[in-house]
């Protein structure tokens, strides 16, 4: 049980990397790493749910993220937190370099609709500027100012929010959205 390889058939594989914008050694990766945390259990079932906390001692780049808790709240199948083998697959095919800007970007609108609300509003702007200065970097009336930059050069709908297709419409024209939502298994 060593190798990922032995739990997936040469058929899943290519079904698994098909699916997804990974590559067949991407999903290998990832499987094999999930396999420290549990290889009985995995070897057994492999919809087998892991914690998030678990999930992050083996993938780092999860750990150091400001918006962890989100990524696997919105790719839990079960939106908890805990998240299965396609779980992962699912959040690594989008973070790829190789996932389209417009599926990143419909995802990352999920990521960033803290409320759930299906519109990214100025508390949503707040609590994305928080994350990215660790909380205490920004006065209020400055993530005040930010969210009303933001919405007023955004909001095409004037409604003071955004939904998920003016997000879209407006990351296609920010170049370097792709790179920033990308990291590797």
Known sequence: MGSGES?????????YAELTYLT??????????????APDGLARDLHMRFSCRKIMDVFPQLKYNPFRDRLFKVFSS???????????????SVMSENCPQHVKAAWAFRVFDFDNDSM??????????????????????????????????????????????????????VPEFQHSLTFKP
Not at 78 to 92: G, V
Not at 139 to 163: F, M, Q, R, Y
Request: aromatic share 8%; proline share 1%.
């Open 120 to 173: 990214i509003t100025k508390e949503d702007i707040f609590t994305m500027c928080d994350r990215l200065t660790k909380y205490d970097r920004l006065e209020p009336d400055e993530k005040e100012t930010i969210a009303e930059v933001l919405l007023k050069e955004l909001d095409l709908h004037n409604n003071g929010s955004l939904g998920e297709f003016e997000f879209i419409h407006v990351i296609a024209k």
């Open 7 to 15: 739990l997936l058939s040469a058929e899943q594989l290519d079904e």
């Open 24 to 37: 067949r050694w991407e999903v290998l990766l990832i499987l094999k790493k999930l396999q420290v945390l």
């Open 78 to 92: 079960a939106q908890d937190t805990r998240c299965s083998f396609e779980d992962i697959l699912d959040m690594f």
